[in-house]
């Protein structure tokens, strides 16, 4: 099944990735790992928004936001990453509201871009600030 923005899915090492660049990024911490430029990593890190609760008598579904990946850095740090081909509204505001939750972490939007990094990774917004910039140059 396709998504939205005809993302497919691809299994790696019998993990399950909702897109190529999330399964590449997956790859990119594997290498980083191995090279000890990283401690390690985790899959699929989970959030509650707005907890469960009960609205006129009827349960209403907690809230919630999965990044990515979860990197654990030598240095003790923590980043947590979502791999992101394109943004929607709804999305957005939900990595607002996790930003203003947890303000003492490192939340980061990431994209693929062989033109505008050298890594091949790129935060989100700089991509398409970048993106901008080369259109309007054009």
Same mark, same amino acid.
């Given at each position: 099944? &396709?998504? !939205?923005?005809?993302?497919? =899915?691809?299994?790696?090492?019998?993990?399950?990735?909702?897109?190529?660049?999330?399964?590449? #990024? #997956?790859? #990119?911490?594997?290498?980083?790992?191995? =090279?000890?430029? /990283?401690?390690?990593?985790?899959? @699929?890190?989970?959030?509650?928004?707005?907890?469960?609760?009960?609205?006129?008598?009827?349960?209403?579904?907690?809230?919630?936001?999965?990044?990515?990946?979860? /990197?654990?850095?030598?240095? *003790?740090?923590? /980043? #947590?990453?979502?791999? !992101? *081909?394109?943004?929607?509204? @709804? *999305?957005?505001?939900?990595? !607002?509201?996790?930003?203003?939750?947890?303000?003492?972490?490192?939340?980061?939007? /990431?994209?693929?871009?062989?033109?505008?990094?050298?890594? *091949?990774?790129?935060?989100?917004?700089?991509? !398409?600030? =970048?993106?901008?910039?080369? =259109? &309007?140059?054009?």
């Amino acid at each position: 099944m &396709k998504s !939205k923005y005809n993302a497919r =899915k691809i299994t790696v090492d019998g993990i399950r990735f909702d897109s190529k660049d999330e399964a590449r #990024y #997956y790859e #990119y911490l594997k290498k980083l790992k191995a =090279k000890g430029l /990283i401690e390690n990593f985790e899959l @699929q890190p989970k959030f509650t928004l707005i907890p469960a609760f009960v609205y006129k008598g009827e349960k209403e579904r907690p809230a919630t936001y999965t990044l990515d990946f979860l /990197i654990y850095n030598i240095d *003790g740090t923590e /980043i #947590y990453v979502d791999v !992101k *081909g394109d943004s929607t509204p @709804q *999305g957005e505001l939900k990595f !607002k509201m996790l930003k203003h939750l947890h303000p003492d972490m490192d939340f980061r939007w /990431i994209s693929r871009s062989l033109k505008y990094s050298e890594s *091949g990774w790129i935060d989100f917004k700089e991509l !398409k600030k =970048k993106r901008r910039e080369s =259109k &309007k140059n054009a």
